[in-house]
Structures are given as structure tokens and as C-alpha cells.
Nanobody, 123 residues
Framework: QVQLVESGGGLVQAGASLRLSCAAS????????MGWFRQAPGKEREFVAA????????YYTDSVKGRFAISRDNAKNTVYLQMNSLKPEDTAVYYC????????????????WGQGTQVTVSS
């Protein structure tokens, strides 16, 4: 079993930046593809960004391209989501997910999930 713990959320004004972190409990993290998803109140969970196990391939949903960047440090068993130029519509609970999966943008493929961290962007 792998435990994922997110941190770094908070309340910021529009245009600000935040960096989310997701720490994994096991070194097998290095074999896992990782993703970030978010869920706003009253909405379904949606894909935000993903990175493959080596960090060579990244994927983003269109609404965050050019503003968000996903990265990972396998030596620290941690994946990051740098969020710049935040907008009120980015407000959501952000979840990291991991697994040895092929479809990195599909939440139903990930076996391991964190508890989520709240990001609130005020206008």
C-alpha cells in the first residue's frame, strides 16, 4: 500500500502562485506515474496534470497549460504542482494520485490517492 500526502494549499488572491507537494510513503513511487486532479464544489473531479515515472513526459488539461507545471523528485518520493497566475476558477480541492498505469489522464485508473488539499483563489 502506498500513502500519498498532499500539502501546500491555501487561500490566495487571483494572480498569485502556490506550489503543491505530494509525498509518497514508499520508494516504489519511482515506478509510478503520478497525476493531479481537482474537484470544485458541485462539480465532478477533473484531470489537471500528470507526469510519467521518469519525468520525461507531462500532460496538462487545456485550462492550466502555460500556468501550471508538474514535476517530480524521485529521490524525495515527491511530486509537485507549481501553480502560477491563479484564477478564481482554479478554486478546488486538489488531489494527487499514483500508480503503475497507462492512461495518466484518467482518474479511474489510479489506485492510490491522497486526502486532498484545498486551494481557494479570491478575485
Amino acid at each position: 500500500q502506498v500513502q500519498l500526502v498532499e500539502s501546500g494549499g491555501g487561500l490566495v488572491q487571483a494572480g498569485a502562485s502556490l506550489r503543491l507537494s505530494c509525498a509518497a510513503s514508499r520508494r516504489t513511487f519511482n515506478d509510478y506515474n503520478m497525476g493531479w486532479f481537482r474537484q470544485a464544489p458541485g462539480k465532478e473531479r477533473e484531470f489537471v496534470a500528470a507526469i510519467n515515472w521518469s519525468g520525461e513526459r507531462t500532460y496538462y488539461t487545456d485550462s492550466v497549460k502555460g500556468r501550471f507545471a508538474i514535476s517530480r523528485d524521485n529521490a524525495k518520493n515527491t511530486v509537485y504542482l507549481q501553480m502560477n497566475s491563479l484564477k478564481p476558477e482554479d478554486t478546488a480541492v486538489y488531489y494527487c494520485a499514483g500508480g503503475a498505469i497507462a492512461a495518466l489522464t484518467r482518474d479511474d485508473q489510479y489506485p492510490y490517492w491522497g486526502q486532498g488539499t484545498q486551494v481557494t483563489v479570491s478575485s
